[in-house]
């Protein structure tokens, strides 16, 4: 099964089993950059879990147009990762871990017994953090 295939069945999956993973992709990104909370409530005081559902929106997004239109989404993070770290003092390793505690709360809904599926995961989360870190000094 090709990859894009993979990653739909796992974000199906996800879905069934384990609802709106805004809260525990946000818990698990709380947990590995804790010093982010400050920013979410400093940047969106009246509505922070707007914001946090807006990040975890467009690290969704990144994921299921990655297959369909790479060059997007390059463009995406080319222009959002330096303006964020420029702009609002957000470093390039929130927009990393962002990506990871999303593939992370994914992958934990994918079997074991899907060794294909885990393995286009985890190249997923390779292809979409390279984007940030080629961005991290810009």
Do not use: C
């Not at 990859?3 to 069934?16: N, S």
């Not at 979410?40 to 922070?48: N, V, Y």
């Amino acid at each position: 099964m090709a990859d894009a295939a993979l990653i739909e069945r796992g974000l199906e999956r996800a879905a069934q089993q384990l609802g709106d993973i805004t809260p525990l992709v946000m818990r698990e990104f709380y947990r590995r950059m804790p010093e982010a909370e400050a920013s979410f409530r400093h940047h969106a005081p009246h509505d922070p879990h707007g914001l946090e559902a807006e990040m975890v929106g467009n690290t969704l997004h990144y994921i299921m147009r990655w297959h369909e239109a790479p060059m997007e989404i390059r463009i995406d993070m080319d222009t959002s990762v330096p303006h964020h770290r420029v702009a609002l003092d957000v470093p390039p390793d929130w927009y990393r871990g962002m990506i990871e505690a999303a593939i992370d709360v994914i992958l934990s809904s994918v079997p074991s017994s899907a060794p294909d599926e885990r393995t286009a995961w985890k190249q997923l989360r390779d292809q979409l953090v390279s984007l940030v870190e080629r961005n991290r000094h810009i």
